[in-house]
């Protein structure tokens, strides 16, 4: 919504206190957004919705690859580090790991094989503002639950590819716009949530 100068209210929603709507409709999932009467639920479902709305600044511009092309190529991602960081299971820790950087690899090679400073090319699609978040919450969490280091700051990147891409995502101005900024803390915070540590 920001890269395409949407105007929009954030209303940050708690389980115990979720509109009837989302109750009723969706089950409760997040995030979720209302837009003229209608409701939907999943960010990539909410994405290619205000993409189909407000076509005036496309994101969904095929460069070396297409957006559809890029998720479905990244689609193990979020999964592995998912089961990887809920693990607490010393035995099964080494397996989930390696899966996790067998993604993280993946990715950097995608990231090699295009022209330009994005996924999919030379322009920002759908497909870098889909795995911005992602890939904030494998930097934070592996890090803070796993010791395992992502991005480089200091010393030389492991993937250089994909460490400089994630630098450009997280240096952009729709991450770091206040509307739309996620805090270390409140990553956290969910995973021991999804951890069952809380």
């Known amino acids: 919504m920001l890269t395409k100068g949407l105007r929009y209210t954030v209303k940050p929603t708690l389980s115990s206190n979720k509109p009837a709507w989302l109750l009723e409709k969706h089950d409760g999932k997040m995030p979720a957004l209302m ?3 209608e409701t939907l639920t999943d960010s990539l479902a909410i994405a290619e919705y205000l993409e189909k709305t407000f076509p005036h600044k496309t994101l969904t511009r095929q460069g070396a690859y ?10 193990g991602f979020f999964p ?3 089961a990887f960081i809920k693990n607490k299971d010393p035995a099964q820790e080494e397996a989930l790991h390696a899966a996790v950087e067998q993604q993280l690899d993946l990715l950097d090679e995608l990231i090699r094989s295009t ?3 994005f996924i999919c090319g030379i322009e920002k699609t759908l ?9 904030f919450h494998a930097t934070v969490a592996m890090d803070h639950f796993k010791d395992v280091e ?3 700051i200091e010393g030389d990147p492991v993937r250089p590819a994909l460490e ?3 630098g450009r995502l997280f240096d952009s101005e729709e991450f770091n716009n206040q509307k739309a900024y996620y805090s270390v803390d409140q990553v956290i915070y969910g995973w021991k949530v999804a951890r069952g540590d809380v």
């Open 66 to 75: 297409s957006y559809q092309e890029v998720l479905e190529k990244t689609s």
């Open 150 to 152: 992502v991005l480089h």
């Open 164 to 166: 400089y891409y994630m």
């Open 35 to 37: 837009h003229k009467g």
């Open 80 to 82: 592995s580090l998912s």
């Open 127 to 135: 497909a870098d503002l889909y795995l911005a978040p992602q890939l």
């Open 115 to 117: 022209p330009g400073q």
